[in-house]
Nanobody, 124 residues
Framework: QAQLVESGGGLVEAGGSLRLSCAAS????????KGWFRQAPGKEREFVAE????????SYADSVKGRFTISRDNAKNTVYLQMNSLKPEDTGVYYC?????????????????WGQGIQVTVSS
């Protein structure tokens, strides 16, 4: 049974917006730190954004800063990624990840739990 399930991906034109959601099935995940990563075709998976369990701290990759916003609703055990002003280079598979503590390291290895990923395609 998947513990993290992403939704909200799809095809959008450049300049458009999408909102990704990641719902957690394990109740304890409601206070875990959460991160979003993405993997473009032929490239390694890279950090996008992360948020602490209380939402007091957030961090973004330079490439998305000012365009993407990570947020969470702990009552719904869900984390979101609002993506605005999308560019073709934002295309890829987006993954949600969870970790007991807020790692601040922006590394894949900091996260213990992963969703299966969802495709985001931005057309030019």
């Amino acid at each position: 049974q998947a513990q993290l399930v992403e939704s909200g991906g799809g095809l959008v034109e450049a300049g458009g917006s999408l909102r990704l959601s990641c719902a957690a099935s394990r109740p304890s995940f409601s206070t875990y730190a959460k991160g979003w990563f993405r993997q473009a075709p032929g490239k390694e998976r890279e950090f996008v954004a992360e948020i602490s369990g209380s939402a007091a701290s957030t961090s973004y990759a330079d490439s998305v800063k000012g365009r993407f916003t990570i947020s969470r609703d702990n009552a719904k055990n869900t984390v979101y990624l609002q993506m605005n002003s999308l560019k073709p280079e934002d295309t890829g598979v987006y993954y949600c990840a969870a970790n007991y503590y807020y790692p601040r390291g922006r590394r894949e290895s900091d996260y213990d739990y992963w969703g299966q990923g969802i495709q985001v395609t931005v057309s030019s």
